[in-house]
């Protein structure tokens, strides 16, 4: 029997354990809330106990596992093992978690940045299969990415390379959560998505997405929804957030010349309604000789790229 990793996607509300084999194939999952208010300490208890409970539900004995590893949202050192600080999961600073769990559970235990780790699963067994040089980008609430540099995971001199989100598409553009203004995430985020159509709306369009959220606050998904059924304010939106996502394509395409490019996270679910758009602005503005040679294309481990790609750190 092929060894067994084990994938821990830690996120602010929901944690998910998975154990996956040489393919990529998750064999179980656990999935529970994290409710990371009560601090880092029970937050590992879960991990643990999700761990022990994937175990049994699959019959796999702990001496089968050959690691585990574990993709964390925020600022780690992944060589010495330690989390620095998690903006979504209070109390997390200085935590060396792989040292605790390497303590509990005998096996090496490695840490990735999420983003990086899902690059590094979608490269081993998903859209990145086959290419030496691959960037994966997730656009969802923020903008994050990963970047594989001849087959091998590029993090930088602390951890903090590929942090695409933040590269500045308009200098005169919108205040970013990271104290910038005009960075990608931005702009071209689904949480910008929302924030777009709300301050449309607040300033008197009139728009099918108003109905559609009801009482909630906006979400991108109702702005697609509602260009989906031709509502011009949508429809303008999602125009916009293709030119942005075209954008921050070159500049990819500037810096590491991939051979491909992998688009996930919630808002590439959205695939048909922004492709066409944004590969127009690609032909108009990326250097010539890099988009020759790289596709486009939507990433394909969906929702398990979290579990499956901090797997792959340990495979
Ligand atoms: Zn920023």
């Given at each position: 029997m092929s060894k067994i990793a084990c994938g821990i996607d830690l996120g602010g509300t929901k944690l998910e354990v998975g154990l996956v084999d040489d393919n990529g194939n998750i064999i179980a999952r656990v999935k529970r809330p994290t409710h990371a208010h009560e601090g880092p300490e029970s937050v590992i208890d879960k991990i643990n106990d999700s761990i022990m409970t994937a175990l049994e539900k699959s019959n796999?004995?702990?001496?089968?596992?050959r690691g585990i590893g574990i993709g964390v949202p925020g600022l780690i050192d992944a060589d010495m093992g330690k989390v620095i600080f998690l903006t979504n999961l209070p109390g997390w600073r200085d935590i060396p978690l792989a040292e605790i769990m390497e303590e509990k559970f005998h096996i090496p235990v490695k840490l990735g940045n999420d983003a990086d780790a899902a690059a590094y699963g979608e490269y081993l067994?998903?859209?990145?299969?086959?290419?030496?040089n691959f960037v994966y980008m997730t656009v969802s609430t923020g903008i994050g990415g990963g970047v594989i540099i001849e087959g091998k995971l590029y993090r930088g001199a602390s951890s903090g390379a590929a942090e695409i989100g933040h590269v500045v598409i308009d200098v005169h553009g919108e205040k970013c959560n990271c104290g910038n203004y005009g960075c990608f995430e931005a702009l071209a985020s689904g949480t910008a998505i929302a924030r777009f159509a709300k301050r449309a709306i607040d300033r008197g369009r009139h728009s099918l997405i108003e109905e559609l959220s009801g009482d909630e606050p906006i979400k991108a998904e109702h702005v697609f929804e509602a260009a989906g059924q031709g509502d011009r304010l949508a429809l303008d939106i999602i125009d916009e957030e293709a030119f942005y996502l075209g954008i921050g394509i070159c500049n990819i395409m500037a810096m590491y010349n991939p051979e491909r490019i992998a688009i996930g996270g919630g808002v590439s679910n959205q695939w048909d309604m922004f492709y066409h758009k944004m590969m127009e602005t690609v032909r108009d503005r990326a250097l010539k000789q890099n988009a020759k040679v790289c596709r486009v294309i939507k990433a394909e481990l969906g929702t398990d790229a979290g579990v499956v790609g901090a797997a792959a750190l340990i495979i």
């Open positions: 796999i004995k702990q001496r089968d596992l067994f998903g859209s990145g299969r086959g290419a030496r």
